[in-house]
T-cell receptor, first 115, second 110 residues
């Protein structure tokens, strides 16, 4: 079975540019999570979707960050404008329920560098 | 107080030894607990889940849960060089939020 698929794997761009990260969850999973991982802060939850609806976006750092899930098989995380402090690894994860008792499965991540 | 705390590493063990990783959590209502393994430059990979007090064994891995003490542990028996990685303790807080510890880096010496 295909796991969570993220693209691109690596992104290097200049400050001020728009960045779009993409995620395809595991088929049949109805919960999708976006995380950011840095050495300083570890893994942080940015936003959680259930059945394509954003349930909790309290982890989105600021208005420059936005996320959408137009259908059950696709989600995007957008940063506009990007800043050097946004450099991190961004992971998408999915699970088959609201999360209780069901583990989350992670994609390979997008390593983002903002110059 | 952090939601999930792990014993600070790094932890270095000789090949064949037991590696012991510890984790405490603050939300007494948490019911689901996971251990993820993350190799350098890779994504977290689920290796164990535990929901009830006691021990759960899967191959060389044993997870232990004590809800009264709000404590979760992971034992790796017969440690192999391929076990060298960062191990993340994760606890479900509330209905869905998975809160991660900072991780413990394990190095198995050949």
């Amino acid at each position: 079975d295909a796991g969570v698929i993220q693209s691109p794997r690596h992104e290097v761009t200049e400050m001020g540019q728009e960045v779009t990260l993409r995620c395809k969850p595991i088929s049949g999973h109805n919960s999708l999570f976006w995380y950011r991982q840095t050495m300083m802060r570890g893994l942080e939850l940015l936003i959680y979707f259930n059945n394509n609806v954003p349930i909790d976006d309290s982890g989105m750092p600021e208005d420059r960050f936005s996320a959408k899930m137009p259908n059950a098989s696709f989600s995007t995380l957008k940063i506009q404008p990007s800043e050097p402090r946004d450099s991190a690894v961004y992971f998408c994860a999915s699970s088959s329920s609201r999360g209780l008792n069901q583990p989350q499965h992670f994609g390979d991540g997008t390593r983002l560098s903002i110059l | 107080q952090k939601e999930v705390e792990q014993n600070s590493g790094p932890l270095s063990v000789p090949e064949g030894a037991i590696a012991s990783l510890n984790c405490t959590y603050s939300d007494r209502g948490s019911q689901s607990f996971f251990w993820y393994r993350q190799y350098s430059g890779k994504s977290p990979e689920l290796i164990m889940s535990i929901y009830s007090n006691g021990d759960k064994e899967d191959g060389r891995f044993t997870a232990q849960l004590n809800k009264a003490s709000q404590y979760v542990s992971l034992l790796i028996r017969d440690s192999q060089p391929s076990d060298s990685a960062t191990y993340l303790c994760a606890v479900v807080v509330g209905d869905y939020k998975l809160s991660f510890g900072a991780g413990t880096t394990v190095t198995v010496r050949a």
